[in-house]
């Protein structure tokens, strides 16, 4: 039984070692200003790729969009990070991933939304029904689908909110800080710009370990702008985002 036990740990290792895994890092922007890291203890449960929009509100024409929330689909992206698994992608796939999936695929909402929009060429989610059933995300050259873990969302106090794992992890969340994205992030299929990076807090009652959600290597999600009138927009977006508890 012993022999046993030390072969299976070996093998285990060499099989470790063969593939030269290694510890997922939080990306950074490369700028002068970074968000901060997690506290020490915590560990990573999940790097999802969020895609979906963003919203904003036009309150006159030629006025400064204010962002209204978001909508995403989430995905687990921890196997394509590199030496993660026989799925991952080079560092520099990895980071091109969102603007990948952007510029590649569709929506993954009901975007049947067209009323009170500042430009009707950009409708916005289902008012009441904005997710699809729950299916895995086909990326173009990523040999395995990336599973569906869950939904990001702005509950009804405007609160950004993340459901992952079936209700195994709930939180809301509160912004504790922000920086621009790197001038190399993809400005999305409308050339609209980057959304910042974030570092998020849970706030009230969480369900499960989750306490921090980082908001990183973001692709599109700008506003249009309200050269067109008064009224809602949306934009497409994707990111990562990593989840620790």
Same mark, same amino acid.
């Given at each position: #039984?012993?022999f046993k036990?030390?072969?299976?740990?070996?093998v285990?290792?060499?099989?470790?070692?063969? #593939?030269?895994c290694r510890?997922?890092t939080l990306?950074?922007?490369?700028d002068?200003?970074?968000?901060?890291?997690? +506290?020490?203890g915590l560990k990573l449960?999940?790097?999802?790729l969020?895609f979906?929009?963003?919203?904003?509100t036009c309150?006159?024409?030629?006025t400064k969009p204010?962002?209204?929330g978001a909508?995403a689909?989430?995905y687990d992206a921890l196997?394509?990070? +590199?030496?993660?698994?026989?799925h991952?992608?080079?560092?520099?796939q990895?980071t091109?991933?969102p603007?990948?999936?952007l510029a590649?695929?569709?929506?993954p909402l009901k975007?049947?939304n067209?009323e009170?929009?500042a430009d009707?060429?950009?409708?916005?989610?289902?008012?009441?029904? +904005?997710f699809p059933a729950?299916?895995?995300l086909q990326v173009?050259g990523?040999?395995?689908?990336?599973?569906?873990?869950?939904?990001?969302?702005f509950?009804?106090?405007g609160v950004?909110?993340?459901?992952?794992?079936?209700?195994?992890?709930?939180?809301?969340?509160?912004?504790?800080e922000a920086?621009?994205?790197?001038m190399?992030?993809?400005?999305?299929?409308?050339?609209t710009?980057?959304?910042?990076w974030?570092?998020l807090?849970?706030?009230?009652?969480a369900?499960g370990?989750a306490?921090?959600?980082y908001r990183?290597l973001?692709a599109?999600?700008?506003?249009h702008g309200?050269?067109n009138?008064?009224g809602?927009d949306?934009?497409s977006?994707?990111a990562?985002?990593?989840f620790?508890g």
């Amino acid at each position: #039984m012993l022999f046993k036990t030390l072969l299976i740990a070996s093998v285990t290792s060499a099989l470790a070692a063969s #593939m030269g895994c290694r510890v997922p890092t939080l990306p950074r922007s490369g700028d002068s200003k970074e968000l901060s890291n997690p +506290p020490n203890g915590l560990k990573l449960l999940h790097i999802a790729l969020g895609f979906g929009i963003q919203n904003y509100t036009c309150s006159a024409l030629d006025t400064k969009p204010s962002a209204s929330g978001a909508l995403a689909v989430l995905y687990d992206a921890l196997p394509l990070y +590199p030496k993660q698994s026989r799925h991952s992608l080079s560092e520099a796939q990895f980071t091109a991933l969102p603007g990948d999936v952007l510029a590649q695929h569709a929506v993954p909402l009901k975007l049947d939304n067209t009323e009170n929009r500042a430009d009707p060429a950009h409708p916005g989610a289902s008012l009441t029904n +904005p997710f699809p059933a729950p299916a895995s995300l086909q990326v173009d050259g990523v040999d395995k689908p990336l599973e569906y873990i869950g939904h990001h969302f702005f509950n009804d106090k405007g609160v950004p909110s993340f459901l992952l794992d079936n209700g195994k992890i709930f939180l809301t969340s509160k912004r504790d800080e922000a920086i621009d994205a790197p001038m190399s992030a993809s400005a999305g299929p409308d050339a609209t710009g980057a959304v910042g990076w974030l570092k998020l807090s849970a706030t009230g009652a969480a369900v499960g370990p989750a306490k921090f959600v980082y908001r990183v290597l973001t692709a599109g999600g700008n506003s249009h702008g309200c050269t067109n009138g008064a009224g809602d927009d949306s934009t497409s977006y994707a990111a990562t985002y990593w989840f620790y508890g």
